[in-house]
T-cell receptor, first 115, second 108 residues
């Protein structure tokens, strides 16, 4: 079974721009979660999508948004980029049953650098 | 709320020594998960603990969930260089909260 894939793997943007990251979950997984990982803040939960609906949300500003398509693929968008948005953005998929986040299978991540 | 605190932040050991990382919560946890992230890699699921006092083993790794379900530990016996990485605990409820991680380095 293919793992979680994320595109692009690396991205360089400038302040004020916006960016869209993509995530394809493991086949059969209906839940997709997004995380931001930085050396200072660690691994922080952004949001989770299940069956095309945002089911849970972390404590991030509205510049961070996402969506999920009918095939469970998900995109994450960050608008008006700030230097502090430089991070590794990880996507994780899971079966998503029961309303509780179950075992997360992570993708390789997208390394975003904001200049 | 419901943060999980993880200690130590760093641990450097000689190959063959044991290693333990601890995860603590101020509130009762429904479950605790452990992940390992190799340098330059992404977190990989190791195990989930659900029951009070649960102990699970994976070869040289021993995972424990406290009786009160407020703490957990991961113990590695006789570390090897392949154990290098950052070990995270995480609790899942409506969202996933990760501990800060313990970065393990092993000197050959």
């Amino acid at each position: 079974k293919a793992g979680v894939t994320q595109t692009p793997r690396y991205l360089i943007k400038t302040r004020g721009q916006q960016v869209t990251l993509s995530c394809s979950p493991i086949s059969g997984h209906r839940s997709v979660s997004w995380y931001q990982q930085t050396p200072g803040q660690g691994l922080q939960f952004l949001f989770e999508y299940f069956s095309e609906t945002q089911r849970n949300k972390g404590n991030f500003p509205g510049r961070f948004s996402g969506r999920q398509f009918s095939n469970s693929r998900s995109e994450m968008n960050v608008s008006t980029l700030e230097l502090g948005d430089s991070a590794l953005y990880l996507c994780a998929s899971s079966l998503g049953a029961g309303g509780v986040l179950d075992t997360q299978y992570f993708g390789p991540g997208t390394r975003l650098t904001v200049l | 709320g419901q943060q999980v605190m993880q200690i130590p932040q760093y641990q450097h050991v000689q190959e063959g020594e044991d290693f333990t990382t601890y995860c603590n919560s101020s509130t009762t946890l429904s479950n605790i998960q452990w992940y390992k992230q190799r340098p330059g890699g992404h977190p990989v699921f190791l195990i989930q603990l659900v029951k009070s006092g649960e102990v699970k083993k994976q070869k040289r790794l021993t995972f424990q969930f406290g009786e009160a379900k407020k703490n957990s530990s991961l113990h590695i016996t006789a570390t090897q260089t392949t154990d290098v990485g950052t070990y995270f605990c995480a609790r899942s409820l409506n969202d996933m909260r990760f501990g800060a991680g313990t970065r393990l380095t092993v000197k050959p």
